[in-house]
């Protein structure tokens, strides 16, 4: 009789992932088990088939070759036998299988020593400090390893193996065909027994704290950077590695410049008198004051780069550039004198618009030539 694909005995299409194979195995291993079918005969040849077809699946490299070359890749075996020769265990299978359910896989990784959790502190900076560096003390709330028992969790720093896993971590339970592996509930996976617990921390190893640290704020960081600071996460259980500390930046927002990677800008309002006949202003910068010359003619919203007056990048030796873009200021609270004067003035240029104003010229004639179109 010839092989079904595999994919239909799984029922399951050619591009499924990794999780919906095994959710497509469980769901029929559970379904055909000879066990929950003994009036059936044929279960336990669908069960088997099941088997193989997952076997094969759920390796990318035996896989990959069913995918090309169909079963003659794997030899019509995916693991020492295929639906007319299985062989293994099923209680290993069903350990297999629905170990992480039960708490089989759990309890190997609660058996190994686990590395503390990683923590996260958000520091706020003056875009001042941010660009020269600066160095700050924070405190942290963490979890601490107690000094009393050095972590260990024992009042004496002696632990007993474990008598009811025998210092395994996880214990497994029989029942019929069914062999499921489970966290061991008198040591919760360690593998020892605390037999005088600490009274500091009661037998946990760690303990609550606030700890006081000295973090050094490198020059040209920026919102959303990070400082990792090794080992000074939380503690690990049983005395294990701690986890690390990641401090996180937030600069505040600057009343005179706005930050753009590596320059800085800022918005200089100047007097219309100013942008028409040229002048120099005094212009801040974050290492001092600088002159800025402004030539005659200067329109509203022109930029002008200060080259090197920007921020100094912490990833690289690139100095940043200040970027000033000029705003030309309409004078308010005018006294009768000066309309009188600014009226005159205007008269002397209006009669030269073209002259003196070539953008409004060329925009009252394209404002002309619009009408004229539409009317036309």
């Known amino acids: 009789m010839a092989k079904r694909d595999f994919y239909e005995v799984l029922g399951v299409d050619r591009g499924a992932s990794d999780d919906e194979l095994k959710k497509a195995y469980r ?6 088990h000879p066990d929950r ?5 044929s279960a336990q040849d669908r069960f088997k088939e099941a088997k193989e077809a997952y076997e094969v699946l759920k390796d990318p490299k035996k896989r990959a070759a069913y995918d090309q070359f169909g079963h003659a890749a794997v030899g019509g075996s995916a693991g020492g036998g295929g639906p007319q020769g299985f062989q293994g265990d099923v209680g290993d299978i069903f350990g297999d299988i629905f170990g992480d359910i039960f708490g089989g896989g759990s309890a190997r990784r609660a058996h190994a020593r686990q590395r503390g959790s990683d923590l996260r502190y958000a520091i706020e900076l003056d875009l001042e400090d941010a660009v020269a560096g600066t160095e700050r003390e924070i405190r942290v709330p ?3 390893q107690c000094k009393t028992c ?3 969790g024992a009042r004496d720093g002696n632990k007993e193996t474990c008598s009811t896993c025998g210092g395994a971590g996880q214990v497994r339970m029989q029942q019929g065909i ?16 605390i037999k005088n617990p600490c009274t500091d921390c009661q037998g946990q190893g760690r303990v609550r704290e606030t700890r006081t640290l000295s973090v050094k704020i490198p020059a040209g960081v920026d919102t959303g950077d990070r400082i990792r600071l090794a080992g000074e996460g939380e503690a690990g ?6 986890g690390d500390l990641y401090v996180e930046v937030r600069v505040r927002p600057h009343p005179i410049f706005e930050r753009d990677g590596d320059d800085l800008y800022c918005e200089v ?5 100013t942008a028409a006949i040229g002048g120099q202003l005094e212009i801040p910068t974050l290492s001092g004051q600088v002159k800025l010359k402004i030539p005659t003619e200067t329109q ?6 200060l080259k090197g007056k920007g921020v100094r990048s912490v990833r690289s030796n690139r100095q940043g550039d200040l970027m000033c873009r000029v705003q030309v200021e309409t004078p308010v609270k005018l006294s009768s004198k000066q309309k009188d004067l600014l009226k005159n003035f205007e008269k002397s240029v209006a009669s030269n618009g073209d002259k003196h104003n070539p953008r409004a010229s060329r925009w009252m004639d394209s404002v002309r030539n619009f009408f004229s179109r539409a009317t036309s």
Do not use: H
């Open 27 to 32: 769901r029929l291993a559970m379904k055909c």
């Open 37 to 41: 079918n003994p009036d059936d005969a």
């Open 142 to 144: 963490t979890l601490g």
């Open 150 to 152: 050095k972590g260990s």
């Open 178 to 193: 069914f062999s499921v592996q489970q966290t061991c509930p008198t040591c919760q996976g360690n593998g020892q027994q």
């Open 237 to 242: 259980a049983n005395a294990s590695q701690p």
């Open 269 to 273: 309002p100047i007097a219309f008198t």
């Open 300 to 305: 509203s919203g022109r930029l002008f780069r």
